[in-house]
T-cell receptor, first 116, second 115 residues
Framework: DTEVTQTPKHLVMGMTNKKSLKCEQHMGHRAMYWYKQKAKKPPELMFVYSYEKLSINESVPSRFSPECPNSSLLNLHLHALQPEDSALYLC???????????????FGPGTRLTVL | AQTVTQSQPEMSVQEAETVTLSCTYDTSESNYYLFWYKQPPSRQMILVIRQEAYKQQNATENRFSVNFQKAAKSFSLKISDSQLGDTAMYFCAFMDQTGANNLFFGTGTRLTVIP
């Protein structure tokens, strides 16, 4: 089973709203990722969690706030977003092979976010 | 820094024919993984095939196979007996096994299978 689930599929929010994206996996993976993908572009890494600890933050604005409550769940809290933040947000997970090395990443279906 | 180059922004192929997508990469590492991911209009990023750099044998998955040329830093994807469901954006990706261990994507090739 290589399933990563994401909710919601679509989200429309105003610039003053607070919303959250959710990602879940039950493959026993200990590394989880958030990516942002603009149309016709490759995904851009935002955050990496390893063993529920934030290990990489790719200089993402503070209006994006990640959270990893447990090894299966990853959230992305959104607040005061800008229209340019509209994009597809992808979650991924992978095995951690030890010594900080990651294995193949498996992606969820994404959340299409529109900021008005 | 690692870079991944896909020089074919768009390609098309007749149904049942064979097509090859190109990918080159640049790295000073000797141990790494290479991937092809497929992203159809439904948006889900799906793993197509994976190659470990230390393995000389080219990976295959049913109709999908790769031509891995380590010295030339080339990693092409061959799709045989193309099907309409193969229509998608294809991303080549590189992951080193040291340092940040992140996934680096190419810019993608949009493949259209024509009935």
């Amino acid at each position: 089973d290589t399933e990563v689930t994401q909710t919601p599929k679509h989200l429309v929010m105003g610039m003053t709203n607070k919303k959250s994206l959710k990602c879940e996996q039950h493959m026993g993976h200990r590394a989880m990722y958030w990516y942002k993908q603009k149309a016709k572009k490759p995904p851009e890494l935002m955050f990496v969690y390893s063993y529920e600890k934030l290990s990489i933050n790719e200089s993402v604005p503070s209006r994006f706030s990640p959270e990893c409550p447990n090894s299966s769940l990853l959230n992305l809290h959104l607040h005061a977003l800008q229209p340019e933040d509209s994009a597809l947000y992808l979650c991924a997970s992978s095995q951690d092979r030890g010594m900080g090395l990651k294995d193949t990443q498996y992606f969820g279906p994404g959340t299409r976010l529109t900021v008005l | 820094a690692q870079t991944v180059t896909q020089s074919q922004p768009e390609m098309s192929v007749q149904e049942a024919e064979t097509v090859t997508l190109s990918c080159t990469y640049d790295t000073s590492e000797s141990n790494y993984y290479l991937f092809w991911y497929k992203q159809p209009p439904s948006r889900q990023m799906i793993l197509v095939i994976r190659q470990e750099a230390y393995k000389q044998q080219n990976a295959t998955e049913n109709r999908f196979s790769v031509n891995f040329q380590k010295a030339a830093k080339s990693f092409s994807l061959k799709i045989s007996d193309s099907q309409l469901g193969d229509t998608a954006m294809y991303f080549c990706a590189f992951m080193d096994q040291t340092g940040a261990n992140n996934l680096f994507f190419g810019t993608g090739t949009r493949l259209t299978v024509i009935p």
